[in-house]
């Protein structure tokens, strides 16, 4: 099955500020590349089947019915939901936040 992707504003946003930070804060090409690409891959595995990520950690998001799927080789971490058929990325965080309080 087929899942369609669904990308919130505010997970948009977050992604956006990510690269930002990565190129003109940090200086830092390579990990923007990186990380974008690292998304990309998370974003394709989502569409084809978004259930080999685990729940999330977190008990208060994981009774929502909540996904998290790690970048790879990165810190970071991509929270999802899913209804039906479409997969709804509701945010992009580092995995040090307390993101649970931001959603």
Do not use: W
Not at 20 to 41: C, M, P, R, V
Not at 49 to 77: T, W
Request: with cysteine.
């Amino acid at each position: 099955m087929a899942y369609n992707l669904r990308i919130t504003e505010y997970a948009a946003e977050q992604l956006d500020n990510l690269v930002y930070y990565l190129l003109y804060q940090f200086k830092n090409e390579q990990a923007a590349t990186h990380l974008l690409d690292g998304i990309d891959s998370v974003y394709t595995r989502l569409e084809e089947n978004p259930l080999q990520f685990p729940r999330c950690g977190d008990s208060y998001l994981d009774k929502k019915g909540y996904h998290e799927a790690v970048i790879p080789q990165m810190d970071y971490m991509i929270i999802f939901n899913i209804d039906e058929n479409i997969v709804n990325v509701v945010g992009i965080f580092h995995q040090l936040e307390n993101y649970p309080q931001k959603l």
